[in-house]
């Protein structure tokens, strides 16, 4: 893996757990919580200020913006009890199937 790829996956599990963090500050009533996730953020974006250094723009941010989004998504579905509707999961799919052609292809 080079350091593109390296810095692109820290930068989106950093803004998975800054969505997790944000959720457990309670709207920022837990104020550790509400750090952690101002934390996270601030570091997800540091690193991916290295990932567009080298990749374009466009296609940095579209995959960084749809996998954080899946794996937030089944982040709340395995701890917080989210239930999908069959159009989401359906929505899930293309973004997995875009993350797979921005991917290889691009």
Same mark, same amino acid.
């Given at each position: 893996?080079?350091?593109?790829?390296?810095?692109?996956?820290?930068?989106?599990?950093?803004?998975?757990?800054?969505?997790?963090?944000?959720?457990?500050?309670?709207?920022?009533?837990?104020?550790?919580?509400?750090?952690?996730?101002?934390?996270?953020?601030?570091?997800? &974006?540091?690193?991916?200020?290295?990932?567009?250094?080298?990749?374009?723009?466009?296609? #940095?941010? #579209? &995959?960084?913006? #749809? #996998?954080?989004?899946?794996?937030?998504? &089944?982040?709340?579905?395995?701890?917080?009890?989210?239930?999908?509707?069959?159009?989401?999961?359906?929505?899930?799919?293309?973004?997995?199937?875009?993350?797979?052609?921005?991917?290889?292809?691009?």
């Amino acid at each position: 893996m080079n350091n593109e790829m390296l810095f692109l996956s820290l930068s989106i599990l950093l803004d998975v757990a800054a969505n997790i963090f944000l959720k457990k500050s309670n709207g920022f009533r837990q104020k550790l919580w509400g750090l952690a996730a101002i934390v996270s953020i601030l570091l997800a &974006f540091i690193a991916f200020s290295q990932v567009i250094k080298t990749m374009d723009l466009s296609i #940095a941010y #579209a &995959f960084w913006g #749809a #996998a954080g989004l899946i794996l937030t998504t &089944f982040v709340d579905i395995t701890f917080y009890g989210l239930r999908l509707k069959n159009s989401a999961i359906a929505g899930i799919a293309c973004m997995i199937t875009g993350i797979v052609l921005i991917k290889y292809v691009a």
